[in-house]
């Protein structure tokens, strides 16, 4: 499956910005779903997952009530609602695809098989 994120930019501190991840080869509606950034100079690190049925979502503290994940199956496309966003959360957010159920996979970086290319996110103070 190959995943193209978009729909990064610069926005002011408290603004909104939201990010897609469009799937092409194969539907994603059987995989779990994870957002992931890395800052310059840092270690990628995670975001939000979603289950495959959109029922389930898990987040990181750091974006807790900031950030929503959701996902259009029809669409084979999941999204990054962000907003009250911080300088903090500028990075390269990517999006991955993991086979194994929400339960498993969760946040663990390595249990997340496919990877797209990331779109980059700039939140000016």
């Known amino acids: 499956v190959q995943l193209q994120a978009s729909g990064g930019g610069l926005v002011q501190a408290g603004g909104s910005l939201r990010l897609s991840c469009a799937a092409s080869?194969?539907?994603?509606?059987?995989?779990?779903m994870g957002w992931f950034r890395q800052a310059p100079g840092k270690e990628r690190e995670s975001v939000a997952a979603?289950?495959?049925?959109?029922?389930?979502?898990v987040y990181a503290d750091s974006v807790k009530g900031r950030f929503t994940i959701s996902r259009d199956n029809d669409r084979n496309t999941v999204y990054l609602q962000m907003n009250s966003l911080k300088p903090e959360d500028t990075a390269g957010y990517y999006c991955a695809a993991s086979r194994a159920t929400l339960v498993v996979a969760g946040l663990r970086e390595s249990r997340y098989d496919y990877w797209g290319q990331g779109t980059l996110v700039t939140v000016s103070s």
């Open positions: 979603i289950s495959w049925s959109g029922l389930s979502t």
């Open positions: 080869g194969r539907t994603l509606s059987s995989y779990a």
